[in-house]
């Protein structure tokens, strides 16, 4: 199946500063990216849509101004994690789908800490 | 009403049990179905498409009902490894494919 690489696995950081999470499809051209943040215990939850070249949309109650997204190229998605505060610490997953597929690849995730 | 329900669980099962979940969707236009499982802090893996005509892959059948809008799986001779959370998906194609993810039932298998 298809390959989509995210990185870093883990992260820790100090409350207050940016975080940014890579996600790459490795052997096929996402048009379509999404991420997800889950909560332990909890069910994944959609965060926003990206497609290649254009602007995110965030699902509601996620703000935009906090969670950047970038797809600027068809194998490569970021999320950045703005001034993040210890309320931001999860597990933050990608995934990503190919133009007229309706398969979705994940990521392996980011499990990140806000200290 | 969720667009995709499933029973959160827990279902606590012994080795060698069958289980079954199930799963309802209230969108008549979604178009795909799949089967995933999750283990804890990892991403979700495809475990199987659902088709109206049922699909098996060795111990797990899944089975769509369309009329009625539900999903099953069902899980034979239940293994440790097997313990995960399942979700649920369907696919709306409203001119792009949405997907849609139910909450997840989990599942323990115990000795």
């Known amino acids: 199946g298809a390959v989509v690489s995210q990185h870093p696995s883990w992260v820790i950081c100090k409350s207050g500063t940016s975080v940014k999470i890579e996600c790459r499809s490795l052997?096929?051209?996402?048009?379509?990216m999404f991420w997800y943040r889950q909560f332990p215990k909890q069910s994944l939850m959609l965060m926003a849509t990206?497609?290649?070249?254009?602007?995110?949309?965030?699902e509601q109650g996620v703000e935009k101004d906090k969670f950047l997204i970038n797809h600027a190229s068809l194998t490569l998605s970021t999320l950045t994690v703005t001034s993040a505060h210890p309320e931001d610490s999860s597990f933050y997953i990608c995934?990503?789908?190919?133009?007229?597929?309706?398969?979705?690849?994940f990521g392996s995730g980011t499990q990140l800490s806000v200290l | 009403r969720k667009e995709v329900e499933q029973d959160p669980g827990p279902f606590n099962v012994p080795e060698g049990a069958t289980v079954a979940f199930n799963c309802t969707y209230s969108?008549?236009?979604?178009?795909?179905f799949f089967w995933y499982r999750q283990d804890c802090r990892k991403e979700p893996k495809l475990l199987m498409s659902?088709?109206?005509s049922g699909n098996e892959d060795g111990r797990f059948t899944a089975q769509l009902n369309r009329a009625s809008q539900y999903i099953s799986l069902l899980i034979r001779d239940s293994k440790l490894s097997d313990s995960a959370t399942y979700l649920c998906?369907?696919?709306?194609?409203?001119?792009?494919?949405?997907?849609?993810f139910g909450a997840g039932t989990r599942l323990f298998v115990k000795a």
């Open positions: 995934s990503a789908r190919g133009r007229g597929s309706e398969k979705l690849f």
């Open positions: 052997d096929f051209q996402a048009t379509t």
């Open positions: 990206s497609n290649e070249g254009s602007k995110a949309t965030y």
């Open positions: 969108n008549s236009a979604s178009q795909s």
């Open positions: 659902v088709y109206s």
């Open positions: 998906v369907v696919i709306l194609n409203t001119g792009g494919f949405k997907t849609i």
